[in-house]
């Protein structure tokens, strides 16, 4: 570890699919603490040994602390390396040299203690994620031709089905075919809450089932699932460094070898014009004042460790960058579809005209829609129960659809394909409140109009709320059309919302928000949000399982769909980034002190080996802080259904400036917070009858 403190050695590979996660080591099962602990009672002994004999023991726990660093500094010299361990050893070997054996003990002693709490703090923060392997059963029920076996997650292929009894870890990603049941899904989302599934469902390897039992189409391997993708990129995200980190390491790299030509330079200076002995005793006391272990671990430690809590939560950090970015965040800029809202339109409202019932508007409304694709259809036919399909059914691009139910005419789409008549105010009501309308038609009569929403998560405002009294601005990006954005924007308690934007408009934005206010973090879901997340300071791709453009170009991601993991994540990273900036100043005062002081012969080589290490343990401690969860909590149940009913009337949204046709839109929006039907899921466009842009 002597090395690896420093960064010079090679990064560790990220676990396989199939490995098994060792668990982390009790203290006393560390190998350096043991040799410490050896050490330190050789050197008591002798310390109560006359003569020889007190040589004898010092020389003998010098041997053992000594063996936790010198095997691999020697390794590392051979290629090349220079590491603290080597200071440490030349020191060792310089006071043993000039018969202080004694004081050579006392560092192999206390360095050897650094080493081991080092891999021990390490092994620790990793400890969490590497687990996350053990999640997979040992084994999984398949059927294959006919016959039901059991069988290694590391045999599943694409297309088996797997079987899934209550009570068990389901082995990897896949869909459900048949069954239905609830998911604890914490191990991948965070989230406490189960999740109920049926067919069609999307589920992920290490999810608990619950009480029903389950058919999954496999749809990724083992070595591929999300958990196997998860623990990966962690890995690799520990890799990249971020700012602090290189700062580092910066200094680290280069102290030493500057170690070693200032000791030899006080050795040989002090030599010409005083004692040589008491000067190359000075330089080695030197050597050890100046490693640079502490400064070098100051920032990766708190790293691993802010990470490992992170991931444990549901907001995986690709690194000390995304740490340390995430921290700094002025403004957040937030996407609408899937982001803000759920990305699953739903009939939120149906208004008859005069002598007809919203039983009677629904059910021409489904027999036109029956088969098509799009969106809005979809959420049409969710509304009701039973779909008898229309005859010769036709699409009016950009209009709606026509076709024939019960043997007469019928039509449906947008506002000025069917005419409104009575119900034009009702249609601006709705189209103010963010709506999509479409006017039914029957037999050359309207029958009424079908409202369908893009709902907004319900936890949003509480989202946005938690990031003001952080202190940061929050702003919306969407590529939908200006009265639904004003309405999401409302209901969410944004003000500040940019409107009918391309993904160049929205990367634009972004930059423009960083020179104007300060650091920008990005949060989106889809392959139009990609070039604003990767051009943002921070982005966040909301959902980690989602949209792999999203994920990719992301520096942080939410794995599930609570956002007020949003706010968390970022209390989270500025109190990991205060630890961080703690660290360094801590290790570079420690080198600043004591290197004058031993230099100038006011600290003794045990006083500095004594204190050095003392500090060493303090950073490490101290960075192992910035792996509490106590700004990453749990949050409570929201209480809201995935059905609004579908006659509950919905008020206007707030008063906007007027808005130009051409071009992104801004818009300025009173605080006030629109009533919205609960738990929907959001959609982009919702089809070719309703005519907005999508997002």
Known sequence: MADACCGTDAPTPAPSATEPAAPPSAVWQVRELQAAALSGVLLGISLLLPGTWATVGALAALAVGAATFVPGTLRGLAKGRLGVGLLMTIAAAGAVALGEH?????????????????????ARTRHGLRALLDLVPATATVRRGGLEQEIAPAEL????????????????????????SALDTSVVTGESVPVEVGPGTEVFAGCVNGAGALEITVTAT??????????????????????????????????????????AAIAALGSIFGDPGVWIERSLVVLVAAAPCAFALSVPVAVVAAIGAASK?????????????????????????????????????IVPTDGHTRAHVLAVAVALEARSEHPLAAAVLAAADTTVPADDVKAVPGNGLTGTVAGRPARLGKPGFVEPGPLTDDVLRLQDAGATVVLVEHDGRLLGAVAVRDEIRPEAADAVRALHRQGVRVVMLTGDNARTAAAIGAAAGIEDIRAELLPEDK???VTELRAAHGPVAMVGDGINDAPALATADSGIAMGAMGSDVAIEAADTALMGEDLRRLPDALAHTRAARRIL?????????????????????????????ASHELAEVLVIGNGIRAGRKRLLPAHPLLRTSRTAPATAPLPTAATAKPVSAAGPVLLSLTPSVLATAPGQKSGGCCGASCGCDGD
């Open 222 to 263: 083992a070595e591929d699932n999300s958990l196997a993708r998860l623990v990966h990129t962690v890995h690799e995200a520990q890799e990249r460094k971020g700012t602090g980190q290189r700062l580092a390491e910066r200094f680290a790299k280069p102290l030493v070898p500057g170690v070693l030509v200032l000791a």
């Open 507 to 509: 990367a634009r934005i």
């Open 313 to 349: 939560a549901g907001v995986l950090l690709k690194g000390g960058a995304a740490v340390e970015a995430l921290g700094k965040v002025r403004v957040v800029a937030l996407d609408k579809t899937g982001t803000l809202t759920r990305n699953e339109p739903a009939v939120i409202e």
């Open 157 to 180: 292929r694409v297309g088996d089905t797997l079987l899934v009894k209550p009570g068990e870890r389901i082995a990897t990603d896949g869909t459900v075919a048949s069954g239905r």
């Open 581 to 609: 900036t703690q660290n360094l100043l801590l290790s570079g005062a420690i080198l600043v002190a004591l290197v004058p002081l031993a230099a100038t012969g006011i600290l003794g080589l045990a006083a500095v080996v």
């Open 102 to 122: 004694g004081e050579a003990a006392t560092l192999a002693f206390l360095f050897s203690i650094a080493e081991g709490l080092e891999g021990y703090a390490v």
